[in-house]
């Protein structure tokens, strides 16, 4: 048997550190944790009750640094800057937190193995069981499995605790804090089935050849042992393939070597411990390979039976692709050409902090395939297991970068959780060993550690290429770079050379190193505060085009890119994020690198991306104005037609021809109350047209509609509209959440500077719009 059982419910939580004289023997005797929060006998009951995902800073109350002296203009300081560390993480209290779980385990678990799982808690984790001590995690992103078979109290209530300190930094961003992932309790019998991985190759005009390896657990001492793997398609339930194994008769004959044999076995055996690796063929007719656009999935069924007895079945959702990184041709799936349009994100989102559900991530992953992206960078730690199976269904290839470049044994502890954790996923196409590392990137230091952090990850995924974001900038005296000899020593380590921003050296890079695969890992965008057309530096409001080569930049950066050679780039961001307020400082909490805002909301510049990136026909248009008539104003328009044609309030301004990757403006027209009109033309017939009109304030109320429905999850859409249902960008109100649509998750509206909490019970709109998340 196995059981795998969400462990996300009845949380006790406890801000702050917890001040006592306690646990004088905890670290000399065993299990002797005895007093304070880590004892069973503590009083919890006072404690506030949370359910998982968590995020408890995201709940603090924001700093007030309206005394503090920032830069001209409300600039941002230095991320060096000690006393600037609280606004490039968004101005929350970065604390302490406390956990506690009661819990029962039924007698029949005993002579059984219990795990506990964490998908990931920020950070710096120790925890207790039943007074025991279990384990300390430094990392905020590392999966962590418990081991508590021996501590367990079976046909009984067991007491975990959990202490998680935010307080320390591993990034320059908005990190969280709290057991802000899932949580699972996984039983399994003693005998049973650990690692599984399976990988096809495929074969020219000759189907698939799988590769399948296993650690089959504590099997010493027992007789008659088989182990049946079976092949479904994930959709239809169809089973393409049955092996069954003898491994009694292959133990008695152990293999120490490839053989040259239709089913090629190695058996280790050791401390009960068998690992498995094998290999078999899927016929070309039996195959259906995963894409994009065709996201075929397969299910493995692990079955490990001892006699006539079921210990374990085990199961692994993957997909067969080929995937390849040319010097010439980009990057390939399964033999086609395809550039990669990626984004770069961090993992929080509007109203709900670093405690993201797995329904709203697929809700961005959705919101990002709108857009046309086909890639997602994770920047800059590793994800969790829930989004690269969102990406393996939704079609979305992922970037997946672990969270610094080091060969230390913690550092490397956490990439081989991180690699484990991905190479199942047909979404994984890359590892990246790092992000930016300008203080070793130059160095012999930097490139020996690139080498053993390929040559390990190479050990768990050999089918996986590695990159790296490097970056032609010396941060110690912030100058460019402009030689690649430079760097030749770690990036001639990669499988594939990645470059952060600095387009206009891409194509010396590819005269002087013509063999060397590339692509862009990361890019800059536009950059601004969504429905902002006039700059407002105290309240942090960015607009679009308020200095042109900020306008220019994301354009020219995606023209760049788009030579055949260069696999693709991964723009920064595909959403706002907390933290990191460039270019300003408090009181903003927020970026404003994104195409959409915090909540998903799309910005102008989204629209840019949209028309090159997607397959539909697009067309967008905004005046380089405030609500101001009768001033020369720029109208700007995102298109993919061939043409387009600017009309005001039933006056054309004549067409102007599109070209490839671009944008077009009309300058210096007085602007003016009415109806804008943007027509877009192929082949002299209209293919798309946007209508905007002055929206009437006097009219206005809000309309909600549900944006996204999976499962338990509702997220809403609150917009202020008028009349004739245009959006009223310049009124906005507050919206209470009604009690009956269930718990409430959070709520938001893309206000880089709004400091209402996201779980305050209300929402103000934003430009006319917000967002709130439920659970029912």
Request: hydrophobic share 35%; aromatic share 12%.
């Amino acid at each position: 048997m196995q059981e795998l059982k969400s462990f996300n419910d009845g949380w006790k939580f406890h801000f702050g550190d917890i001040e006592t004289i306690r646990n004088r023997w905890g670290w000399a005797k065993s299990g002797s944790f005895n007093q304070g929060p880590e004892s069973k006998a503590y009083d919890d009951s006072d404690w506030k009750n949370v359910t998982l995902p968590h995020d408890f800073v995201f709940e603090t109350k924001v700093y007030d640094y309206s005394e503090k002296e920032f830069g001209k203009d409300n600039t941002i300081p230095a991320m060096e800057d000690v006393n600037n560390a609280h606004t490039t993480a968004g101005s929350f209290d970065k604390n302490v937190g406390w956990y506690r779980k009661h819990f029962f385990i039924p007698e029949e678990y005993e002579g059984k193995k219990i795990y506990l799982i964490f998908d990931g808690i920020y950070r710096d984790s120790w925890i207790y069981l039943n007074e025991f001590f279990v384990e300390h995690e430094p990392s905020g992103y590392s999966r962590i499995i418990l081991d508590i078979t021996d501590i367990a109290a079976y046909g009984e209530e067991n007491i975990l605790s959990i202490k998680c300190d935010a307080r320390q930094a591993e990034g320059w961003f908005y990190e969280g804090g709290g057991i802000y992932r899932n949580a699972y309790l996984k039983v399994v019998e003693e005998k049973h089935i650990e690692d599984a991985f399976i990988h096809g190759t495929p074969v020219e005009n000759n189907g698939v050849h799988m590769n399948f390896s296993c650690r089959l657990c504590n099997l010493e001492g027992y007789d008659q042992k088989y182990l049946n793997l079976e092949i479904c398609e994930k959709r239809t339930g169809k089973v393409v393939k049955k092996i069954d194994y003898d491994l009694e008769e292959i133990i008695s004959e152990p293999i120490d070597k490839y053989e040259e044999t239709d089913e090629k076995l190695i058996f280790e055996l050791g401390d009960g411990d068998l690992r498995l690796v094998t290999s078999f063929e899927f016929e070309e007719d039996e195959v259906k390979m995963w894409s994009l656009d065709d996201t075929n999935l397969y299910e493995l069924i692990i079955t490990l039976i001892d006699g006539d007895e079921i210990c374990n079945v085990d199961k692994k959702t993957f997909g067969i692709r080929n995937i390849e990184f040319d010097n010439n041709k980009g990057f390939l799936l399964n033999g086609e050409q395809v550039k990669i349009k990626g984004v770069c994100c961090h993992q929080n989102h509007g109203g709900l902090g670093s405690a993201v559900p797995k329904e709203v991530m697929r809700y961005r992953i959705k919101k990002l395939k709108e857009m046309g992206a086909n890639g997602y960078r994770g920047a800059h730690y590793p994800l969790a297991e829930d989004f690269l199976s969102i990406c393996d269904e939704e079609g979305m290839v992922v970037m997946l970068e672990t969270r610094v470049l080091s060969s230390a044994s913690k550092d490397l502890s956490e990439l081989e959780r991180m690699v484990k954790i991905a190479r199942n996923h047909p979404s994984v196409i890359m590892y990246s060993i790092g992000n930016e590392e300008a203080q070793t990137q130059t160095t012999s230091q930097g490139a020996r550690i690139a080498r053993t952090m390929k040559k390990f990850i190479k050990h768990l995924d050999p089918y996986t290429p590695v990159t790296m974001a490097l970056l032609m900038l010396d941060m110690k005296t912030n100058t460019q770079i402009e030689d690649y000899k430079l760097l030749e020593g770690i990036f001639k380590e990669l499988d594939v050379a990645g470059f952060n921003y600095h387009s206009d050296l891409y194509e010396k890079f590819h005269r002087e190193y013509p063999d060397i695969p590339f692509i862009c890992t990361e890019q800059g965008t536009f950059k601004s505060t969504r429905g902002c057309y006039k700059t407002d530096a105290q309240k942090c409001h960015l607009a679009i085009n308020e200095k042109r080569d900020w306008y220019m930049f994301g354009a020219e950066r995606w023209r760049h890119c788009k030579p055949e050679w260069i696999s693709g780039l991964f723009i920064w961001t595909g959403f706002d994020y907390y933290g990191e307020p460039t270019p300003f400082a408090w009181p903003a909490i927020s970026s404003q690198f994104g195409a959409m805002d915090l909540c998903g909301n799309p910005k102008d510049f989204y629209y840019f991306y949209k028309s090159w990136w997607s397959k539909d026909e697009v067309i967008h248009a905004y005046p380089d104005m405030n609500g101001e008539t009768g001033v020369p104003t720029d109208y700007y328009v995102f298109s993919n037609a061939e043409e387009v044609e600017l009309i005001l309030n039933g006056k054309s301004y004549g067409k102007k021809a599109m070209k490839d990757g671009d944008y077009l403006i009309w300058e210096n027209i007085l602007s003016e109350h009415g109806k804008m009109e943007v027509v877009g033309y192929r082949n002299g017939k209209e293919v798309s047209r946007e209508v905007n009109e002055t929206a009437d304030k006097k009219s206005a109320r809000l309309e909600v509609t549900e944006d996204y429905r999976e499962g338990n999850i509702v997220i809403r859409k609150i917009a202020l509209l008028d009349k004739n249902r245009n959006l009223v960008p310049n009124a906005d109100v507050r919206f209470d959440i009604p009690k009956e649509w269930g718990e409430f998750l959070g709520a938001s509206n893309g206000d880089p500077s709004d400091h209402t909490p996201g779980k305050a019970g209300y929402v103000n709109t934003f430009h006319g719009l917000a967002q709130v998340i439920t659970r029912k």
